[in-house]
T-cell receptor, first 115, second 116 residues
């Protein structure tokens, strides 16, 4: 069965510091991968998605970036965090089979607090 | 325009009763999928149920069913026999089209509280 991992679970960082959040998927190959952010009490906002190694699409302009160095690894980064980067970051995967039925499955998330 | 609208910020239901969580959507694509996710306080998004735009019957998964009214563009989630563990945020989401890594559009969610 497939599992998706995220770490760290919680992170407190000062403004201006760098960020690296990692997401890995097990039990599947060539998945589509996604990064979402959820502000407190809000819905999910798609930040990035990837259909393959090195292929990143950005949905929202921001000071964040994403990379996919390996098939099942997705990394969210920032060179300098802003206060507004605080939130709950969720990674998700889907099979990449296409079609509207393709379901996204989410990881446990990372709570980021920028002070 | 919002692609997914959830008009109920919060709902209460008595344990063992049924509850309906509303969701309306907006798309001009004839091919789309509708999803419901549950987010407990731990934060993880748990997939509950899926309804396709071409599905003839309403989807059901255990105590979850989807009241799909295509003409009204609504996809309400019905939870039967509510349990205390059902207390959580519930999100409706939509995926359009057939190509690529089509994104999920999420609503703002409904917080369900089950009362003992």
């Amino acid at each position: 069965s497939q599992t998706i991992h995220q770490w760290p679970a919680t992170l407190v960082q000062p403004v201006g510091s760098p960020l690296s959040l990692e997401c890995t998927v097990e039990g599947t190959s060539n998945p589509n991968l996604y990064w979402y952010r959820q502000a407190a009490g809000r819905g999910l906002q798609l930040l990035f998605y990837s259909v393959g190694i090195g292929q990143i699409s950005s949905e929202v302009p921001q000071n964040l970036s994403a990379s996919r160095p390996q098939d099942r690894q997705f990394i969210l980064s920032s060179k300098k965090l802003l206060l507004s980067d605080s939130g709950f970051y969720l990674c998700a995967w889907s099979s990449g089979s296409g079609g509207p039925k393709e379901t996204q499955y989410f990881g446990p998330g990372t709570r980021l607090l920028v002070l | 325009a919002q692609k997914i609208t959830q008009t109920q910020p919060g709902m209460f239901v008595q344990e063992k009763e049924a509850v309906t969580l509303d969701c309306t959507y907006d798309t001009s694509d004839p091919s789309y999928g509708l999803f419901w996710y549950k987010q407990p306080s731990s934060g993880e998004m748990i997939f509950l149920i899926y309804q396709g735009s071409y599905d003839q019957q309403n989807a059901t998964e255990g105590r979850y069913s989807l009241n799909f009214q295509k003409a009204r563009k609504s996809a309400n989630l019905v939870i039967s026999a509510s349990q205390l563990g059902d207390s959580a945020m519930y999100f409706c989401a939509m995926r359009e089209g057939l190509t690529g890594a089509n994104n999920l559009f999420f609503g703002t969610g409904t917080r369900l509280t089950v009362i003992p």
